[in-house]
């Protein structure tokens, strides 16, 4: 049974929610602040978030949690009533792996959390090569030197490493990676791969003219 840690104010929300996923057969651990939602992430293997929090703003509590190696890779679903573009853009770009914006149904939100719960826990040790990428840790290392990754650049490195030699253009790799509701452009996926060859060398990433990338394992 999944744990889910709600962090939510409006008591009638919370409860609400806490009833619902727990019809849904998640185990709900419930917090009121940020104080007290910081305490319980031990116990989490999911985090539903508030945007708006008495003690803490939703976003400067989700950078801290990125910025705590225990818990930079912990799924989180942030809620909210602000449904702006720029609030969206916000909330993804400063770590949330999902965004659900007021009113909406617990079963949606409850099947949101099985999807991201069903990501996370695609754990496994990706070897290609002198490049390995530890999905678990989080971790890449090349010749056996530890490389640096930010999050969306590793989760894009992983993606593409799982099937060596397929080609995907870049709409799927931006649905794929950063989400369906993603509003960035193509571009972000260029300048991602830019990134990842400065970092890794350029043969591990493939251009194939007018169809997309794909991993390819240096000899």
Do not use: C
Not at 24 to 46: H, I, P, T
Not at 48 to 72: I, K, Q, S, W
Not at 195 to 216: A, H, N, P
Request: charged share 30%; net charge neutral; glycine share 8%.
């Amino acid at each position: 049974m999944a744990r889910v840690l709600l962090v939510e104010d409006e008591p009638s929300l919370r409860f609400a929610l806490a009833h619902g996923l727990r019809q849904a057969g998640f185990s709900v651990l419930d917090a009121a602040d940020a104080r007290e939602g910081w305490a319980r992430l031990d116990e989490a293997d999911v985090v539903v978030l508030d945007r708006m929090l008495p003690d803490e703003d939703g976003l400067n509590f989700l950078a801290r949690l990125r910025r705590t190696p225990r818990y930079e890779r912990l799924p989180v679903l942030m809620l909210t009533a602000r449904a702006s573009e720029r609030d969206r853009v916000e909330g993804l770009l400063g770590g949330a792996d999902d965004y659900l914006t007021k009113p909406f149904s617990t079963a949606e939100l409850a099947a949101r959390l099985v999807a991201l719960l069903r990501r996370s826990r695609g754990a496994e040790v990706l070897r290609r090569g002198e490049l390995v990428v530890d999905t678990e840790r989080g971790r890449v290392t090349l010749g056996g030197r530890e490389v640096v990754l930010t999050r969306r650049e590793f989760d894009l490195l992983a993606f593409l490493a799982r099937e060596p030699g397929r080609v995907y253009d870049r709409p799927t790799l931006l649905a794929q990676v950063w989400g369906e509701d993603f509003l960035g452009t193509l571009r972000t996926v260029d300048q991602h791969v830019a990134q990842l060859r400065e970092k890794l060398g350029g043969r591990w990433i493939e251009t194939v003219r007018g169809r997309g990338y794909r991993f390819t394992e240096a000899p």
